[in-house]
């Protein structure tokens, strides 16, 4: 039962850090390129500020990952602990991508945000194409740790 539950409540937490790269992927990035820059910067920051809270540091992008480790030690030995174990390497893929190349690109831009002046700068140094290729590899990696854990939880 503890298994079960601790399965369960990782496959939540992927699902919920999976949505929000596919919604940075499909509405917000799309909507910030067609923008000004000083929109775009300002824009930015303020949802790259608000991101940064212990809900979804918890239920979410470091949730997700520890979930599956307990999950992970719940099942050894069991059916699903192989997909466990591979959605947990996608996990951790996921934020290495997360921490190499989109936090140095955030950081970058929120230093400039509030700068009126530095805007063309500003998201210059967030490099949109790069960052939005990297976040579609986040989302593949998200999703695709998903559907490993949806898989495992089907055999428990």
Do not use: C, K, Q
Not at 129 to 156: E, F, Q
Request: aromatic share 8%.
């Amino acid at each position: 039962m503890v298994a079960r539950l601790l399965l369960l409540a990782a496959t939540v937490s992927a699902g919920l850090v999976a949505g929000v790269y596919l919604f940075y992927a499909h509405t917000v990035m799309p909507a910030l390129r067609a923008t000004d820059d000083r929109t775009a910067v300002t824009s930015y920051a303020l949802l790259d500020r608000r991101i940064v809270n212990p809900w979804f540091l918890t239920s979410s992008f470091l949730g997700a990952p520890a979930l599956a480790v307990a999950a992970l030690v719940a099942t050894w030995g069991d059916p699903p602990a192989p997909w466990v174990a591979a959605a947990l390497v996608l996990h951790v893929l996921t934020t290495v991508v997360t921490a190499t190349v989109h936090l140095p690109r955030n950081n970058r831009l929120t230093a400039l945000a509030d700068d009126p002046a530095a805007a063309a700068e500003a998201r210059a140094a967030l490099d949109e194409p790069t960052w939005t290729r990297w976040n579609l590899v986040r989302v593949a990696t998200s999703t695709s740790a998903l559907a490993l854990l949806g898989w495992a939880l089907t055999l428990t």
